[in-house]
Structure formats: structure tokens, C-alpha cells
């Protein structure tokens, strides 16, 4: 059973960092393009950064030279280095392994900034 296994979530202060990771298993990882997604309270599940299999990497606007996607295939791990946080970036973030029609999600870990 294919599982990814969110961490790193947490309480921080307005402009503080913390550093998520999906850890994958039962998966040839290296060929799965990651993604990080978050949802706020009320809101819709959006993207938040992508790296794909071949090493690039995409971001949202609201977070491009703040959020940090990054993977160790060999640990069969990525990771999403938050830096510079704000209030609007609390949420869920979720983790999401997708390959041809192979599509799997973690469970969500909290993020929470505020003072």
C-alpha cells in the first residue's frame, strides 16, 4: 500500500520558517512528479510549488522566493523549505505523488502563523 507521510507542520510567528516533508513508500519514487497543495479554512485546495521528475521546479506566485521544493530521491523524501512565513499562509498542506494515472495524497499536516 502506496503511503506519504507529511511533517514538519506547526505554530510559528509571522515571518519564521519551518520546513515540511513527504516521506513516500511503495512507489519508484524518482519518476513521480511531487507537489505540495495547501487549503485554508473555507477555502479551495491550491498548489502551492511542483518538482517534477526530471529536477524542475514550479511555484505560485504568493510564494516564489519564500517557499523552497526540494527532493532527495535516494530518501525517497521532498521536502518544502517555508521561509519569510505570513498569516495567509496557514493551512493544511498536503503532499501529492503523481505519475501517469497514479495519483496518491498524504494526510495533511497543520500550519499555523501567527504571533
Known amino acids: 500500500q502506496v503511503q506519504l507521510v507529511e511533517s514538519g507542520g506547526g505554530l510559528v510567528q509571522p515571518g519564521g520558517s519551518l520546513r515540511l516533508s513527504c516521506a513516500a513508500s511503495?512507489?519508484?519514487?524518482?519518476?513521480?512528479?511531487m507537489y505540495w497543495y495547501r487549503q485554508a479554512p473555507g477555502k479551495q485546495r491550491e498548489l502551492v510549488a511542483y518538482s517534477t521528475s526530471g529536477g524542475s521546479t514550479f511555484y505560485v506566485d504568493s510564494v516564489k522566493g519564500r517557499f523552497t521544493i526540494s527532493r532527495d530521491n535516494a530518501k525517497n523524501t521532498v521536502y518544502l523549505q517555508m521561509n519569510s512565513l505570513k498569516p495567509e499562509d496557514t493551512a493544511v498542506y498536503y503532499c501529492?505523488?503523481?505519475?501517469?494515472?497514479?495519483?496518491?495524497w498524504g494526510q495533511g499536516t497543520q500550519v499555523t502563523v501567527s504571533s
Open positions: 501529492n505523488a503523481h505519475y501517469s494515472a497514479n495519483d496518491y
Open positions: 511503495r512507489i519508484m519514487f524518482s519518476i513521480y512528479a
